[in-house]
């Protein structure tokens, strides 16, 4: 089956500083990447798309300047939570898609800001 | 915009009984997927469902999608300790993204 990773896994940071997070696709090509935002027994919360090559697209709320994603390859994307403070800790979780009908999860980043 | 909500928000049940969560739109569903999040991991694809009416079975689960394709169920029969975590329904709607529903968290009690 597909495989997706995340890194880090796990990152505890202090307020004011960037954190980038990975997104990989190990055994196929992402045309599409979703960035997702997980609070605590709280559903997924869509952030936004990236397809390879082109601007993600963000969600309604989402702030651009702070969460910058990149999406380079066709097995990689990048999201930089710029400036972090304590209100962005939570659980970010990447999936990636080939076909956009079926998306495969990355196991998720747990980011905690002090 | 379009709201995916699930019922019950939790369940408690004693293992062998059965389970059922729902799953309820403000819209049309273009096509359902579930899901499942076992404690501190990710969602892992459980089915996708296209067509209206459609049942699919898969062992002691069972998913239904409803005839006016506004909803959507999920019935586990027999649970086991295994079934724990928290099931979600999503959308893949027609502007290409997944809309997750509030999911329905499952306790199973030995």
């Known amino acids: 089956g597909a495989v997706v990773s995340q890194h880090p896994s796990r990152v505890i940071c202090k307020s004011g500083t960037s954190v980038k997070i990975e997104c990989r696709s190990l055994d196929f090509q992402a045309t599409t990447m979703f960035w997702y935002r997980q609070f605590p027994k709280q559903s997924l919360m869509l952030m936004a798309t990236s397809n390879e090559g082109s601007k993600a697209t963000y969600e309604q709320g989402v702030e651009k300047d702070k969460f910058l994603i990149n999406h380079a390859s066709l097995t990689l994307s990048t999201l930089t939570v710029t400036s972090a403070h304590p209100e962005d800790s939570s659980f970010y979780i990447c999936?990636?898609?080939?076909?956009?009908?079926?998306?495969?999860f990355g196991p998720g980043t747990r980011l905690l800001v002090l | 915009g379009q709201q995916v909500m699930q019922i019950p928000q939790y369940q408690h049940v004693q293992e062998g009984e059965d389970f059922t969560t729902y799953c309820n739109s403000s819209t049309t569903l273009s096509n359902i997927q579930w899901y499942k999040q076992r404690p501190g991991g990710h969602p892992v694809f459980l089915i996708q469902l296209v067509k209206s009416g459609e049942v699919k079975k898969q062992k002691r689960l069972t998913f239904q999608f409803g005839e006016a394709k506004k909803n959507s169920s999920l019935h586990i029969t027999a649970t086991q300790t295994t079934d724990v975590g928290t099931y979600f329904c999503?959308?893949?709607?027609?502007?290409?993204?997944?809309?997750f529903g509030t999911g329905t968290r499952l306790k199973v009690l030995a």
């Open positions: 999503a959308d893949f709607s027609g502007t290409y993204k997944y809309i």
């Open positions: 999936s990636a898609s080939s076909r956009l009908e079926t998306q495969y």
